[in-house]
């Protein structure tokens, strides 16, 4: 029990430096956690909703939500899948457990989606959209989900990178194609039924669509989909685990 | 495990393989997939066994790249054993290097939370302590400044005291002893001897006998991955500081050019063995037939006693000499004759010479001239390497000069041991008022 709580201040006290360094000496600060997905969102939006989507009238906050939850993704395995090579100046001198500093390195990818969070609902209500409980809860297993994902690659990526230092450009490129591959900035029903299929093999797929159905159509998300969708991702999750601790074994020496 | 061992190593061995063609992209393994990657193995630690009891002082000596720090690492748990077991009994402090993780973009302050949050404290803990690590390191004004604008001195002195307030049962140190200014040494001698009366377990990787010998119980001498010994401190050092020789090839090659009666063995030699020496220069001579010859040379060396018998050991204290024959084939003007005494670690110990002697040599003929050098033997135990030189007077061109021309061992029978490379006559008396 002691060790729980000292390994959670490990985390939070790594996060925190993390925090420090990344804003200090900013001029805006911590405001670039909004500035960032916010002005892509402006971009994009004037572009897509103006030309292609102008018979949509929610097309606004769809595509703020997909965005929102998108850029959770992708900065928390760009930066989960770093981690242990940005720490290396640590792990090469002290034993800390590999998944610490990992996790710890996300931290900062969940606060910003927390706050990006604000926007949303603050939209969302400018919209005239008021999810109810129901729908929060189902919301917050999604995000979960993603957080779960995001952190389950950075276990299996992050010890990979140790031996293939070119994995984070590779994973740059993998994530422009998934971006596209994501119904953000189109409706999943803008594609042909085979190719729909195809998309959810990409997992944001399914989850930035079930979170549009709750959150904007106060609708409840196909729950068979969703027990599927977890009977693969405990396996993947356990797995990854699994490929970290062996891999930590001849790690450090390679670093 | 039983309850008073703090440590217990089972047959550990841990290899690096090391590729040759080092491949860490992806771009590289595609295109360097047809070939098969060669790998070296090293093994850096082969089949160590060890027990630590509570409360002992271990330390572990042993050359570079003979596997210490390895054996750290992997009591540390920042290497996993490829073979073998390390259990451990209780928790661990280790200080393979003061200030793991200081950022110097944050303050002394978050530093000290940071680091010790590393070293396994929790928040609670480092709330209590806070205050003492600040007075301990003596920063209390500049703690609110950030990392970035400490000397080298400040932030090794932060480090330290985090340190030494992170200690758990069992503090694993690689050689962080010599921090600090001369003042903040002996506050960190105080605390290290505080911790030995706390009975901490302790395991320390050094290559200092000094340190070593004064604080261990046990010592285990590493040699090439393999423990050589492990026992007593005073074995240890015996068994460290002698097999130290190996490495200094002087010692051992040249044994062959001790009878130098042939010029090219003893330029051979020199020239392998010592790149410090001057250059011989303006030493031949063409004669009448065109033959080449030195000038001077040295002829033969002896290390004997005052009637001639040749030595090897040499007591302490007692009185030895050695005898140079030079053989000159021009006559010279005051030349200069000298020798020095090597240890094993080559230090010159000792040297003499007649200029320096104010020996006046004076005219010196064409033929064989001896040079005997009567020594009273105040060197330590050990063994000892001899060279001789003769230039001219102005000590501007060697005429010759062999290094390791001679070797032999000093003993003392009247010591247990002794580091210094002298042994001085001395009395020690004690008052105790």
Known sequence: ?255 | MVGDIAINVSNISKSFRIPQEKRTTIREHVVGFRKKMIYETYNALEDISFEVKKGEFLSIIGRNGSGKSTLLKLLAGIYTADHGSIAVNGEISPFLELGVGFNPELSGKDNIYLNATILGLSRFEIDRCYNKIVNFSGLNQFIHLKLKNYSSGMNVRLAFSVAIHADKEILLMDEVLAVGDANFQVKCFNVFEDFIKEGKTIILVSHDPAAVHKYSDRVIYLESGRAAFIGSANEAITKYMNTDAVKYPVDNTASDAVRNTDISTADQSKEQTDQESPVISGNLIVGNDNKVAKKVMIKNVLVCDDVGNEKQEILHGENFFIRVQYELNVELNNPVFGIIIYDQKRRALFTTNTFSEKLKTGKVRVGIVTVNFRIVNYLSAGKYSLSVTVCDKYQRIYYDWIDGVKHFNVTNNNRLMSYGGVDLPHDISITND
């Open chain 1, 1 to 255: 029990m002691k060790k729980q709580l000292h390994y959670r201040e490990a985390i939070w006290m790594l996060a925190k430096t993390d925090l420090k360094m990344r804003y200090q000496g900013s001029w805006l600060g911590a405001i670039w956690v909004f500035l960032k997905p916010f002005c892509l969102f402006l971009v994009l939006n004037f572009v897509f909703s103006n030309l292609f989507f102008k018979d949509n009238p929610t097309y606004t906050i769809r595509l703020l939500v997909g965005l929102i939850l998108w850029f959770f993704f992708a900065e928390a395995t760009t930066v989960g899948m770093n981690s242990l090579l940005s720490k290396s100046e640590i792990l090469k001198k002290i034993y800390v457990p590999k998944w610490i500093i990992i996790i710890s390195a996300t931290v900062h990818s969940a606060l910003a989606f927390g706050f990006n969070l604000i926007i949303l609902f603050i939209f969302l209500f400018a919209y005239n959209i008021f999810p109810n409980l129901l729908h929060i809860a189902m919301f917050t297993v999604y995000v979960f989900l993603i957080y779960g994902i995001s952190l389950s690659f950075s276990f299996l990526a992050a010890p990979l990178i140790v031996r293939f230092r070119d994995l984070n450009q590779i994973w740059e490129v993998l994530l422009q194609v998934l971006f596209y591959a994501s119904p953000i900035i189109y409706p999943i029903t803008a594609v042909p039924l085979k190719v729909q299929t195809l998309l959810y093999i990409n997992p944001m797929t399914l989850l930035i669509e079930h979170s549009k159905v709750v959150l904007i159509d106060n609708g409840i998300a196909r729950l068979d989909h969703l027990l599927i969708f977890i009977a693969i991702f405990v396996p993947f999750l356990l797995g990854c685990l699994w490929y970290l601790k062996f891999a930590s074994k001849n790690l450090i020496e390679n670093i």
